[in-house]
């Protein structure tokens, strides 16, 4: 399968824990390479906006069906022949534990898309509260 990143410029730091985002990718390039197959792409995309950053991999490959969405993210269920159906429960958990959200969909041109939406951290001044 082929990669293809579409990195946004000037994304805004987010506060998260490197080695657990790492599995997170992992898991989503994995998984979207192996769906996509030899001939497929696999299309990393980041992108933000004033409160959120956004990751979105989008495979070429069958996508997943509407019935199996949640599904997926269940512990031990799995719709490949030898997945042991930990990944995304995993990569869930981490972009919970992160203020975050995961949602699947179809991909615009077919296969699946994976947005993991992030919250910015709160970048508004702080003013003690002043009694009167």
Do not use: W, Y
Request: hydrophobic content about 40%; proline content about 5%.
């Amino acid at each position: 399968a082929r990669i293809r990143l579409d990195l946004g410029v000037d994304l805004p730091d987010v506060d998260l824990d490197v080695e657990q985002m790492r599995r997170v990718l992992i898991n989503l390039i994995e998984n979207g390479i192996e769906a996509a197959g030899d001939s497929g792409t696999l299309t990393i995309r980041t992108e933000s906006t004033e409160a959120e950053v956004r990751l979105l991999a989008i495979d070429s490959g069958p996508g997943i069906s509407v019935g199996d969405r949640e599904r997926i993210f269940q512990p031990h269920f799995s719709t490949k022949e030898d997945g042991m159906g930990l990944g995304l429960t995993v990569v869930r958990s981490i972009v919970e534990n992160h203020g975050g959200r995961v949602v699947v969909t179809d991909a615009p041109e077919g296969g699946a898309q994976f947005e993991i939406v992030l919250p910015l951290q709160d970048r508004s001044p702080k003013h003690p509260e002043v009694d009167l």
